[in-house]
């Protein structure tokens, strides 16, 4: 059997786990606590004409195949800048949820709140709430409950295959590429045809070579379970100071996130972790700065892994990383 169709095999495997541990426990089509594509520029141009010496927005870029915006909230008037990024796969909608309300949260809180008044006062947050706006609207138009990539045309049949087409945009940063074997362009994983080759990726690139980072946070939700309510670092070789710096602010992080259905917090995964061409590699590597993933979206006691729950779950999610954000932060003063 060829490299490529046991790698296929595998990949079917896992969906058809997945949608089966997806069913019966979470939510589809998309309910009101999840934000609407329709909805961000109008909330954006909101809370910029309410605190214009608060918070911008602009476009940063564009979708690789629909030209859709992709946008930045700029938000703050402190000169540490600070990334988050909400969204690169599809269906992983819970940190677009989580963007929207932490920057509409700081924005309504800055004048009444002293502990907000101070962090938007030492630093500057840019917030993309979505890497993946084509994918996003898929899932969020109610087209496809699973789906991981942007709506690159791979199979060049000139209509857009849902399941199939695409780049994982989380593979398509020009950093280990060569250590990525997804080159299937059926797979979920799909990396795309050469480094940096999709146009949402070019858009982060230059935002990240234009801003100094500081620190970097990238939000998903394990579709699987399997990673759920953990945050991983970038792959290294050795564990210098500034990595072990990142270690302590991320393990920080996640003790302060309790878990969505079982007992316990978040916690840090310490080892090895992917060596791929991903954001927080890339960032890390490439750009010299600080980034942790961190995998929203809780496992029940049945080991179903919930990425979709409904609204009353939703804004407790986002409310309980908003404050572990917001405590992150302060402790790094
Ligand atoms: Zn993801």
């Given at each position: 059997m060829?490299?490529i169709?046991?790698?296929?095999?595998?990949?079917?495997g896992?969906?058809i786990?997945?949608s089966?541990?997806?069913?019966?426990?979470?939510?589809?089509?998309?309910?009101?606590a999840?934000?609407a594509?329709d909805?961000?520029l109008?909330?954006m141009n909101?809370?910029?004409?309410?605190?214009?010496?608060?918070?911008?927005?602009r476009?940063?870029?564009?979708?690789?195949?629909?030209r859709?915006?992709i946008?930045?909230i700029?938000?703050?008037k402190?000169?540490r800048?600070?990334?988050?990024?909400?969204q690169h796969?599809a269906d992983e909608?819970?940190?677009v949820?989580?963007?929207?309300h932490?920057f509409?949260?700081l924005?309504?809180s800055?004048?009444?709140?002293?502990r907000?008044?101070?962090?938007?006062?030492?630093y500057k947050?840019w917030?993309?709430?979505?890497?993946?706006?084509?994918g996003?609207?898929v899932v969020?138009e109610?087209n496809?409950?699973?789906?991981r990539?942007n709506?690159?045309?791979t199979?060049?049949?000139g209509k857009?295959?849902?399941r199939?087409?695409?780049?994982?945009?989380n593979r398509?940063?020009?950093v280990?590429?060569d250590l990525d074997?997804?080159?299937?362009?059926?797979s979920?994983f799909?990396?795309?045809s050469?480094?940096?080759s999709?146009?949402?990726?070019?858009a982060?690139?230059s935002?990240?070579r234009?801003?100094?980072?500081?620190?970097a946070f990238f939000y998903?939700?394990?579709l699987t379970?399997?990673?759920?309510?953990h945050?991983?670092?970038?792959?290294?070789d050795?564990?210098d100071?500034?990595?072990?710096r990142?270690?302590d602010?991320?393990d920080?992080?996640?003790k302060n996130v309790p878990?969505?259905?079982?007992r316990?917090t978040?916690?840090l995964?310490?080892?090895?972790?992917?060596k791929v061409g991903?954001?927080?590699?890339f960032?890390?590597?490439?750009?010299g700065v600080?980034?942790m993933?961190i995998?929203i979206?809780?496992?029940?006691k049945d080991g179903?892994?919930?990425?979709?729950?409904?609204?009353?779950?939703?804004?407790?999610?986002?409310?309980r990383?908003?404050?572990?954000?917001i405590?992150t932060?302060?402790?790094?003063?």
């Amino acid at each position: 059997m060829s490299k490529i169709s046991a790698c296929s095999i595998t990949i079917l495997g896992m969906f058809i786990l997945a949608s089966c541990a997806y069913q019966g426990v979470n939510k589809y089509p998309l309910t009101s606590a999840y934000p609407a594509p329709d909805d961000l520029l109008q909330r954006m141009n909101h809370l910029a004409s309410k605190y214009p010496s608060l918070l911008v927005h602009r476009i940063i870029g564009f979708t690789e195949t629909e030209r859709l915006p992709i946008y930045a909230i700029e938000l703050g008037k402190g000169q540490r800048n600070i990334l988050v990024i909400g969204q690169h796969h599809a269906d992983e909608v819970l940190g677009v949820a989580l963007s929207y309300h932490l920057f509409e949260y700081l924005a309504q809180s800055y004048q009444k709140d002293s502990r907000v008044q101070k962090i938007l006062n030492e630093y500057k947050l840019w917030i993309v709430p979505t890497l993946n706006p084509e994918g996003w609207k898929v899932v969020s138009e109610g087209n496809a409950r699973i789906k991981r990539k942007n709506n690159r045309d791979t199979d060049g049949n000139g209509k857009l295959d849902i399941r199939t087409d695409g780049v994982d945009l989380n593979r398509n940063y020009p950093v280990f590429w060569d250590l990525d074997n997804e080159t299937n362009p059926q797979s979920s994983f799909y990396k795309g045809s050469s480094p940096a080759s999709e146009s949402e990726i070019q858009a982060i690139i230059s935002l990240g070579r234009k801003v100094e980072f500081e620190l970097a946070f990238f939000y998903h939700s394990s579709l699987t379970g399997a990673t759920s309510e953990h945050i991983y670092l970038p792959a290294v070789d050795e564990e210098d100071e500034k990595f072990v710096r990142l270690q302590d602010i991320a393990d920080f992080y996640a003790k302060n996130v309790p878990r969505d259905y079982l007992r316990g917090t978040y916690a840090l995964h310490y080892g090895n972790t992917s060596k791929v061409g991903n954001a927080r590699n890339f960032f890390y590597h490439s750009l010299g700065v600080p980034g942790m993933l961190i995998e929203i979206g809780g496992v029940n006691k049945d080991g179903q892994s919930i990425i979709h729950p409904p609204d009353r779950m939703v804004k407790r999610i986002v409310r309980r990383h908003e404050q572990a954000l917001i405590k992150t932060l302060e402790m790094m003063l």
